[in-house]
């Protein structure tokens, strides 16, 4: 199982617009073979915040993923909506 989160920051005015992209990311990916768990949050002392967590069967379902037309599209259509860089940390599950 793969695990990851990445927290990415929007430029500010962007967040409702980064919303949008991923309430329609969101169902593709799922939709991918070996994707368990693709949930996005943003948080609420900081509307431009985004936390992803992201589940899947092995590192062959996670290469699919960030190789889908979808998922290049997201990037495409927010380039130049996140400041910084993306905080992306694995996990291993433990329990």
Known sequence: ???LTAIMKAVAGKGD????EFKKLTPKVLKDPGAVTYIVHRAVDDPN???VYEQYENDDAFKYHVQTGHYQAFRQVTK??????????????VA
Request: net charge positive.
């Open 1 to 3: 199982m793969v695990i």
């Open 17 to 20: 617009d980064v919303e949008r």
């Open 49 to 51: 915040k985004f936390l």
């Open 80 to 93: 130049g909506m996140f400041i910084g860089k993306t905080e992306v940390t694995l996990y291993n599950k």
